[in-house]
């Protein structure tokens, strides 16, 4: 559940409980080729779903919230089961010499297949009830998490502030959101999708908006932002209100003529004409075509209906084609029919109302006026519905059979047939529709609009300092110029470049990485201090196979990171927990630790319970809970 979003949605219904549930039963009554899935479905819907979970925020709370990690527990987790005796598999962030231990940058070295990304889960999974990598992979993450079925998972991650468990919904209930604290290599390239090209076609792509990139680093979703922002590739807005369009428009038909309309078409279709024939028509055509452009003009206005429809009902003499040519014979038939609607002149009922009073004989005629308009209308309407179906027997062979068209009216059909099927269909109007539409550009407006005042309070000149001092501090060289361009975030625009040039396309791999990794960080930081807590930021193998500058310049981010964790947060706690299988990355970092005489970092190693459970014991974490702890401290 993403609570920020949640916040937003529900700021902008106001008192519009009703919203969800009414677009629900519109999006339920449609369905077909050209909707949306039943995938986009569930996306739009989920962004209302648990609204009525959001807690009201009333003021701002100046109380400290610590959830720095003191310990995790897990069972029947991923790699992890279940201990002989029931207890808990652990890691532990404090120790007697070190009660203040959680406070510092913590290093978990392990081998591949160690355990290291099933704890990393762990964590992600009881604090935001998500398991990215098996989002990532499309797997369920019920049947990824669990080390045995059905057997229940079990995570319990103890903070000063309280315990969190996969059940507790903590995060929810303190209106927080620490998705965007797990960093891992999927998170990175998910990032990447959140930057788009606003230059126009054909340049050389130098032009970059970053704009939603710091949308998702705020932890807003990606289908979210395509809702809510107008970018090259977002669709789910527009499809959604098309959706709906067509949906007014299937309840305004009459399905038995569509019906009727689909036989033709296929009639139609089947239909070969002679090269006679062809010619004939063409020449009908032309006809029609100066019926129509001249309709409105002194050519056509000073005939009547009789002679219109005479003069196109026996041209060409398609008369003769009645029998043979199903398109024909429906058209003489409707224009037969017109016809014999036509007032006549002299009719009983004229020449009764004439013998009376004036005022009876004037209303006959302009009854007579009205019908007579009445039937010009139907006569243009069936002249442009009879040049489509006459232009498709003429119709080349390659476009004669192409289905195209048949498919379309018949799947609008099928979905004319499955909205009407549903129970409540006579609750959904074209009013109801159109109110549904306009309350639906009105709420995401709103969203649009709050967001860009959330981002205007963040993305400022101190945030823009804060990611200039973190760069120019660790990996950019004196000839290299960083620009982080916020003038334009009213338009909803930021660029960000190196030398002119576009970071990602400057970067290489490590320092694309280690920039994202600042941003989100300083992002990370300025949250913690507007809403006063304190969670640990957690990386899942990000960094290895770096030559030794690199490591030096991660281990110089960290402690500039501290720095400004310091002053921002005020000397609260600021915990990084930093998986890696790189042994030499682990070795620079100590190395460098030990230069410096820092005390803030903690070394140690994962192990596997496979190959030394008959040697490790189990530790107490307090009078009820013991844990098998799978980590030794090293370089102590």
């Known amino acids: 559940m993403n609570t920020f979003q949640l916040r937003l949605i529900k700021k902008a219904l106001g008192n519009s409980d009703s919203f969800a549930q009414n677009l ?68 532990s962030f404090v120790d007697n010499r070190h009660r203040d231990a959680h406070k510092f940058f913590h290093v978990l070295l392990g081998d591949n297949g160690s355990g290291k990304s099933s704890l990393f889960d762990a964590m992600e999974y009881a604090c935001t009830g998500i398991i990215s990598e098996a989002v990532y992979r499309k797997i369920s993450q019920d049947w990824f998490s669990a080390f045995q079925e059905p057997l229940s998972r079990n995570v319990i991650i103890k903070t000063p502030r309280c315990d969190i468990s996969t059940d507790s919904d903590m995060f929810r209930k303190e209106n927080i959101d620490v998705r965007r604290f797990f960093f891992s290599e999927n998170s990175i390239v998910e990032s990447s999708d959140f930057r788009y090209d606003i230059s126009s076609k054909g340049s050389d792509n130098n032009s970059l908006n970053w704009y939603a990139f710091f949308l998702y680093a705020l932890g807003l979703d990606k289908d979210f932002v395509d809702f809510v922002i107008e970018r090259p590739e977002a669709r789910l807005f527009n499809k959604t209100c098309n959706t709906l369009g067509y949906l007014k428009k299937l309840l305004s038909r009459d399905g038995t003529f569509e019906q009727k309309s689909l036989r033709e078409l296929l009639v139609d279709k089947a239909t070969l004409l002679s090269d006679d024939i062809k010619t004939n ?6 006809l029609l075509d100066d019926v129509q452009v001249n309709w409105n003009t002194t050519k056509y206005l000073e005939m009547s209906v009789e002679d219109i429809a005479s003069k196109i009902i026996l041209s060409f003499g398609l008369d003769r084609y009645v029998g043979s040519i199903s398109a024909f014979a429906d058209y003489v038939r409707q224009l ?44 243009f309407q069936m002249i442009s519905a009879y040049k489509a179906r006459f232009n498709i027997l003429l119709s080349d062979d390659e476009a004669h059979f192409d289905l195209t068209d048949v498919i379309k009216k018949n799947s609008d059909i099928k979905a004319w047939k499955f909205a009407q099927s549903q129970p409540f269909v006579n609750e959904i109007s074209s009013e109801s529709i159109d109110a549904l539409l306009a309350q639906l550009v009105d709420v995401r407006k709103q969203v649009r609009e709050d967001i860009k005042h959330i981002v205007k309070k963040i993305i400022n000149d101190d945030f823009r300092k804060l990611i200039q001092d973190l760069f120019e501090g660790t990996f950019l060289s004196d000839k290299e110029k960083f620009e982080f361009d916020i003038s334009h975030i009213d338009e909803e625009r930021i660029s960000i470049s190196v030398n002119g040039i576009p970071v990602h396309k400057y970067f290489n791999t490590f320092r694309y990485r280690l920039f ?42 960290f402690n500039l990171l501290e720095g400004q964790a310091d002053k921002m947060l005020g000397g609260h706690p600021f915990q990084v927990i930093f998986f890696t299988h790189d042994e030499q990355l682990v070795s620079t970092l100590n190395s460098k630790k030990q230069n410096q005489g820092s005390a803030l970092w903690k070394f140690a190693r994962i192990i596997e319970y496979e190959e030394f459970h008959n040697i490790l014991t189990y530790e107490s974490l307090d009078e009820n809970t013991k844990y098998f702890k799978i980590s030794v401290p090293i370089y102590e």
């Open 24 to 91: 629900r039963g519109a999006l339920e009554l449609v369905q077909g080729e050209y909707v949306l899935s039943a995938t986009e479905k569930k996306t739009l819907l989920g962004f209302f779903d648990q609204i009525d979970s959001v807690k009201e925020v009333i003021g701002e709370s100046t109380a400290f919230k610590d959830f720095t990690f003191h310990a995790l527990l897990v069972q029947n987790f991923r790699k992890y089961g279940m201990p002989n005796n029931g207890q808990y598999f652990g890691l």
């Open 281 to 286: 028509l063409e020449h009908f055509l032309m």
């Open 336 to 379: 037969n029919d017109i016809k014999s609607k036509i007032p006549k002149e002299d009719d009983a009922e004229a020449s009764s109302f004439m013998k009376q009073e004036t005022m009876f004989a004037k209303e006959i005629a302009e009854r007579k006026n009205k019908a007579r308009q009445e039937l010009r209308e139907q006569l």
């Open 516 to 557: 994202y990794l600042a941003i989100q960080a300083a992002i990370n930081l300025v949250m913690m201090q507007r809403e006063h807590f304190s969670f640990p930021m957690v990386l899942d193998d990000v960094f290895y196979a770096n030559d030794y500058k690199n490591k030096r310049q991660l281990f110089k981010f």
